[in-house]
C-alpha cells in the first residue's frame, strides 16, 4: 500500500458549495475565473464544448502556477485523458490511459469522492506507484479532484507543476473542486444533447419510412389483393405475400434503428470470434462461407456489435450472392469484414452509409445502422475495396483489451 507522510493527501474538502464559503478577499481572482469558467462551460454548445474546456483548464491552471491542467474520464475498467493544456514550456503527459488499480491511495481517495493532494512528489514513499507514475511524467507537485455526477465516480482533473513544488492551500483546492464539479455536470449535459440530437434525427428518419418506404409495399398488398378478388388469380396472392414480407423487413429495421438511441453502456470484454460466430449464424444462406482471420478481444457492447455484423453480413449475402464468401480480421486499431461480391463503385462509398440508400430496392437503413453503431462506440467506418474485388468495411479507433 503507498503509505503518505505527514502532508501529503490531508485536504478534506465539500463539493461545489464549498466556493460560496471560500475567503473572497485572498482568493477572489481565483474565484472569478472559476465562475467564468463555470459560466462557460454551461452555455458551451456541444460543438464548441471541448475548445472552451481546454481554455478553462489554461485559465485555472495558470492562475494556480500549474504547468499542466488536465481531464481524465471513466473508460471500461480504466480512465483515458480526452481532454488537456499543457504550458508551451514543458511537455505535455505521455501517459494517455490510466488503471486506478494500480495507485491504491490515489484510486482510493478518488473513489471516495476526496481530493488528492501532493505539495511534493519528493515527499512520496520511495516504494510508491504513484510516484514513480508522476516522476516518469517530470511531476513535481500535483493536486487531484475527483469528477462525480450522480454519486458515481466519472473521472478526475488534475493540475500539476513540472518545474518545483508547491503547497496547496485548502482554500483553493475548495475552489478547483467546483471547477471539477461543473466539468462533471457539464460533459453530462453535452453527452445528453448530443443523445437528443440523434435521437431527434432517428424519429425523422422513422417518420421518413413510415410515409414513403411502408406506404409503397401496402399499396401493393391493397392492389394485389383486390385483383385477386376480381380475377381469383395466385399470382396476384403472391405478389401481395412479397409485399408484405418486405413490409416486416422494413418494421424490423427500422425498430433496430429506433434501438440505437440507447446508450453503449454495458460494455466489456469479448472476442470477437464469439460475436462474428453468433452473428453468422442469423444468416440465410446455407452456401455462404464466414471465415475468421483474427480472434482478437475488444471492449464493446455484445448486443450492438452483434447487429452490427449481422447487418454487415446480411449485406454481403444481398449483394454477393447466396454463396459469398465472408472474412473476418484485424487491422492495426480495429478489424475488418469483406466480402468476395461485386464491390463498392469508389463514388458510392460516402452515400452507401446515409439512411435509405439503396441500389437494388433495399431498405437503405441496414449499413446506417452499422454507422449508428460505431458510432455510439466512439469508433469509425469506412467502405473500401476487398481484396477479392468485394466490398471490405474497415471499423477503426477501437480499444483492444489484453489478451
Known amino acids: 500500500m503507498d503509505g503518505l507522510p505527514e502532508g501529503v493527501g490531508d485536504d478534506r474538502s465539500g463539493f461545489a458549495g464549498a466556493v460560496r464559503q471560500t475567503d473572497a478577499s485572498q482568493y477572489g481572482t481565483l474565484y472569478d475565473i472559476a465562475l467564468d469558467t463555470s459560466t462557460s462551460l454551461m452555455s458551451a454548445e456541444p460543438d464548441e464544448f471541448e475548445t472552451k474546456l481546454r481554455w ?11 504547468d499542466r491542467g488536465y481531464v481524465f474520464q471513466s473508460r471500461n475498467e480504466r480512465f483515458e485523458r480526452t481532454a488537456g493544456w499543457t504550458d508551451e514550456e514543458v511537455d ?34 520511495t516504494t510508491s506507484t504513484l510516484r514513480e507514475a508522476l516522476r516518469a511524467e517530470e511531476v513535481k507537485s500535483a493536486v487531484f479532484l475527483p469528477m462525480v455526477e450522480d454519486w458515481s465516480l466519472q473521472g478526475f482533473v488534475g493540475f500539476d507543476l513540472a518545474e518545483s513544488t508547491r503547497q496547496w492551500d485548502e482554500s483553493e483546492v475548495d475552489i478547483l473542486r467546483s471547477v471539477a464539479d ?11 444533447e448530443k443523445l437528443l ?89 446455407p452456401a455462404a462461407e464466414i471465415r475468421l482471420e483474427s480472434d482478437a478481444t475488444v471492449y464493446a457492447d455484445p448486443d450492438r456489435l452483434r447487429e452490427a455484423f449481422e447487418n454487415l453480413f446480411r449485406n454481403a449475402v444481398e449483394h454477393g450472392g447466396d454463396d459469398v464468401t465472408v472474412r473476418a480480421g484485424a487491422v492495426e486499431n480495429g478489424f475488418y469484414i469483406e466480402d468476395d461480391g461485386a464491390g463498392i463503385p469508389e463514388e458510392r462509398r460516402e452515400s452507401v452509409f446515409d439512411r435509405g440508400y439503396t441500389t437494388d430496392g433495399g431498405t437503405g437503413l441496414g449499413l446506417p445502422i452499422v454507422r449508428s453503431i460505431v458510432d455510439a462506440h466512439g469508433w469509425s467506418i469506412r467502405a473500401r475495396d476487398g481484396v477479392a474485388g468485394g466490398a471490405r468495411f474497415e471499423i477503426t479507433d477501437v480499444e483492444f483489451a489484453a489478451t
Do not use: C
Not at 486506478?100 to 493532494?117: I, M, P, S
Open 197 to 285: 440530437k440523434q435521437q431527434n434525427e432517428r424519429l425523422e428518419t422513422f417518420a421518413s419510412v413510415i410515409s414513403h418506404d411502408l406506404r409503397n409495399p401496402l399499396n401493393v398488398v391493397t392492389g394485389s389483393l383486390e385483383l385477386a378478388d376480381a380475377s381469383g388469380g395466385s399470382e396476384h396472392i403472391d405478389r401481395a405475400t412479397r409485399a408484405a414480407e418486405r413490409m416486416e423487413d422494413l418494421i424490423e429495421q427500422v425498430l433496430t434503428l429506433a434501438q440505437q438511441g440507447r446508450d453503449i453502456g454495458d460494455t466489456r470484454r469479448i472476442r470477437l470470434g464469439t460475436v462474428v460466430e453468433s452473428a453468422w449464424a442469423t444468416v440465410e444462406a
Open 56 to 66: 478553462g483548464l489554461e485559465s485555472v491552471g495558470s492562475h494556480v502556477d500549474a
Open 182 to 192: 461543473m466539468i462533471a455536470h457539464s460533459l453530462s449535459r453535452v453527452r445528453r
Open 92 to 125: 505535455p503527459w505521455e501517459v494517455q490511459h490510466l488503471a486506478l488499480d494500480g495507485f491504491e491511495w490515489l484510486g482510493g481517495r478518488l473513489r471516495q469522492f476526496e481530493n488528492a493532494v501532493v505539495p511534493s512528489v519528493r515527499d512520496l514513499p
